[in-house]
């Protein structure tokens, strides 16, 4: 690294000494248009960095991934039980003194506030008794007073609402394509979008982040098959929130575009808000022009720590007698 600084000279010190977000910023301004930035314009730090960034939002998708796909999993063996729940539903009822009297009691017109407040004791104990074997409100209060038959029937009822409306298919295929992505998940591309609890300006979208956060914003990752990482973006302005600004300072003339800069900025500059400044100027003169970005690296090359050679002692040192040092 040492040597690369050495041989980039001048733009070398410039990568050392200025941001990212400042450099990038002001080469969109004044650089060569369509130029991609890519790797050689980022420092060691800088890289490590958005290796980190990655690796973050990598291993978050990976958890949720984990996470939905089991809970996916969850809701396709309950909604495969539903039928042979019926049988262990009727089974428990049939034999159950509790369900009987409760029966008697949903069944009685006008109640007596003592029989009220039982029936009412005895629905949230059978409920909660049978949870794990109702398959809805209705498999449950509908089968109050019925027969076997007719209950196995609202159970059937249950599952057709999951398989009629295509429920069960959708289902299926979520967890296919989960379990493909997982199993593939060691080359599978990724977007890494704005932290959530980041601050941002609503008019400008201004991001208030770290260095990388500031650069890139949200962007492509590609895990490449040699164990690169490629971060694709293009760096410009244009998003879902500053579109109809940009739309509009397109349609002006140069004093026009320049009059509305110098209102919107200057008093950002005067209040030291020089990131909010800068978006107005990236705005108004690089908007949807940007500079296409494709940075490779190798996580493992810019992350290797440094080998330190052991320090020889002589041999009067260690065996406990004195020595000097040349």
């Known amino acids: ?24 910023f002001l080469q969109s301004l004044f650089g060569e248009k369509g130029k991609p930035f890519t790797e050689k314009d980022l420092n060691k730090k800088e ?48 034999q159950d003194p509790e369900w009987q009297e409760y029966t008697k009691l ?11 407040a039982r029936e009412w004791e005895l629905n949230s104990k059978l409920f909660d ?10 498999t449950f209060y509908g089968s109050i007073g019925k027969s076997p038959e007719e209950i196995k029937k609202l159970y059937e009822e249950a599952y057709g609402q999951y398989t009629n409306m295509g429920q069960l298919k959708n289902l299926k295929g979520g967890i296919k394509d989960l379990e493909n992505n997982l199993a593939n ?24 982040g770290d260095t990388i956060e500031q650069t890139f914003g949200r962007f492509n990752y590609n895990k490449l098959p040699d164990g690169k990482m490629q971060a694709i973006d293009n760096y410009d302005w244009m998003n879902e929130n500053r579109g109809s ?46 500079r296409p970005v494709n940075v490779t690296y190798d996580p493992k090359e810019i992350n ?23």
């Open 1 to 24: 690294m040492a040597d690369e600084k050495k041989s980039e000279g001048i733009y070398g010190l410039w990568k050392e000494t200025v941001p990212s977000d400042y450099r990038w």
């Open 47 to 94: 890289l490590q960095m958005l290796d980190a960034r990655i690796k973050e939002f990598d291993n978050a998708r990976l958890n949720k991934y984990q996470d939905t796909l089991q809970a996916k999993r969850d809701e396709l063996n309950r909604i495969n039980s539903i039928r042979p729940n019926a049988d262990k539903f009727i089974e428990g009822i049939s």
């Open 106 to 116: 949903w069944n009685i017109k006008k109640q007596t506030p003592e029989q009220h």
């Open 129 to 138: 008794k049978y949870r794990d074997v109702i398959a809805n409100q209705n």
């Open 185 to 208: 998940y060691s080359t599978l591309p990724g977007n890494v979008q704005y932290k959530v609890g980041e601050k941002y300006d609503e008019k400008l979208d201004t991001l208030r």
């Open 245 to 290: 600004i940009i739309n509009e300072l397109e349609a002006m003339n140069p004093i026009q575009r320049a009059a509305w800069t110098a209102k919107t900025a200057i008093p950002a500059l005067l209040k030291g808000d020089v990131g909010y400044a800068g978006n107005v100027v990236g705005t108004a003169y690089v908007g949807r022009d940007g």
């Open 304 to 326: 290797a720590k440094k080998k330190g050679g052991k320090i020889k002692l002589p041999d009067g040192y260690k065996n406990g007698g004195s020595s000097g040092l040349i």
